[in-house]
């Protein structure tokens, strides 16, 4: 019988910055939680900036690839992942450097490659730079992965059809969504004693970018306010699209009722006091906070993106779906819903089915059970 100690996998995690978006959140939150169950993490970033890097635990060792772009910075790349089991990639530029960088090493050297996808391929490459040599790239480059995550199921399979391509294999692994902080608040919630919830308050959270939609969220929102003068929306978040929301917000006269406080740490507790979550984005693969949302009983409505599409189909009367940039339906979504009963009894009921998923320990413990087998594999 061995009773040598077995080694914990060698994971490396790679991502361009630790800005707070939601692949972001989620990685750190998957570090964590991996770090639990012995795992030896090593994250590559493009760019050691962001607001989440004191979150990262001080036994994370932490690689800089020095602000390079993706492309340039390869060698640095193959260097950091040698010696690793696995390399997990969280977007679509850093699937394509790790699995170039991961073909310059030695066979024996090279580690499993898991590429992510979190957005519709449809979606993705309307928005992508160089749409057509990105495509080119992942035609012939992606098949060379050992595997495709995806968050909700259909995304992968998505993928490779718009690609043209029967491999790599595809795995759905939920996104870690659900702190034990957030999921001890959502019992609260659904006991009763939660925090005081304010029906006006309409909520967003993610990423200040054009791509999220605010500047259409907050247009409707003014034309919310005709009708429901009481409303209030607050943006959480940053990025660089704040100058111009601010200018906006300026322009159509809401600075006595829209405000912008920035990055919070307690995304749940905003979540729980509020009466409607509004998901304006261009695009949108997963959708973290629509998981939060509904979590904390607060109804959300999003736009006719892949991922809150998929999340949305089964909560009813607790989440809405409207086509993307559409002002005047957002309006109406809002004014229809912010604070409203039957929404918000909805909400409720989804909550328990969704934390269950989503919460960070079970998602974990499927992104283990998943790449384990594969980092022993590539040790023989």
């Known amino acids: 019988m061995d009773n040598s100690p077995v080694t914990p996998p060698r994971l490396a995690i790679v991502l361009p910055h630790l800005r707070s978006g939601g692949i972001e959140i ?6 964590r939680q991996l770090q639990d169950r012995r795992f ?6 493009g760019s050691r900036t962001g607001e989440l890097l004191d979150q ?3 036994t994370v060792e932490i690689v800089d690839l020095g602000g390079r ?6 060698w640095a790349l193959r260097a950091a992942l040698a010696g690793m089991d696995a390399v997990y990639s969280g977007t679509n530029a850093r699937n394509i450097a ?5 073909r310059l090493l030695p066979a024996h050297q090279r580690p499993v490659v898991i590429i992510s996808e979190h957005s519709s391929p449809a979606a993705y490459l309307a928005m992508a730079r160089h749409p057509g040599p990105r495509r080119w790239l992942m035609r012939r480059l992606y098949p060379l992965a050992d595997l495709l995550a995806v968050p909700t199921e259909g995304l992968g399979a998505d993928w490779l059809a718009a690609l043209a391509l029967d491999r790599p294999a595809v795995a759905t692994l939920p996104n870690p969504v659900l702190s034990p902080e957030a999921m001890a608040l959502a019992q609260t919630v659904a006991e009763g004693n939660g925090p005081p919830r304010d029906p006006a308050l309409v909520l967003a959270v993610g990423r200040l970018h054009p791509a999220k939609g605010h500047a259409d969220l907050i247009q409707a929102f ?4 005709r009708t429901r003068p009481e409303l209030r929306l607050t943006l959480l978040g940053e990025g660089a699209a704040r100058p111009e929301l601010e200018a ?6 809401l600075q006595h009722a829209v405000t912008l406080p920035g990055y919070s740490p307690d995304v749940a507790r905003h979540m729980a006091g509020a009466g409607l979550l509004v998901l304006p984005s261009h695009r949108e693969g997963f959708g973290n906070v629509v998981v939060e949302a509904l979590a904390q009983g607060t109804p959300v409505l999003a736009t006719d993106c892949d991922g809150p599409r998929r999340l949305l189909a089964q909560a009813g009367a607790a989440g809405r779906i409207v086509p993307i940039g559409d002002i005047d339906a957002l309006a109406r979504g809002i004014v229809e819903m912010a604070g409203q009963p039957e929404p918000l009894r909805a909400a409720q009921t989804a909550a328990p089915t969704l934390s269950a998923r989503y919460a960070h320990a079970a998602a974990a413990q499927t ?9 022993a594999r590539r040790r023989g």
């Open 98 to 102: 790790a699995l170039l960088a991961a």
């Open 40 to 45: 030896r993490i090593r994250l590559i970033l």
């Open 367 to 375: 992104f283990a059970d998943c790449i384990a087998p594969l980092a």
């Open 222 to 225: 003014a034309r919310a306010l």
């Open 56 to 58: 990262i635990p001080e």
């Open 26 to 31: 989620s990685t750190l939150a998957l570090i």
């Open 248 to 253: 906006l917000i300026a322009a159509l006269g």
């Open 69 to 74: 772009r993706a492309m340039a910075s390869l």
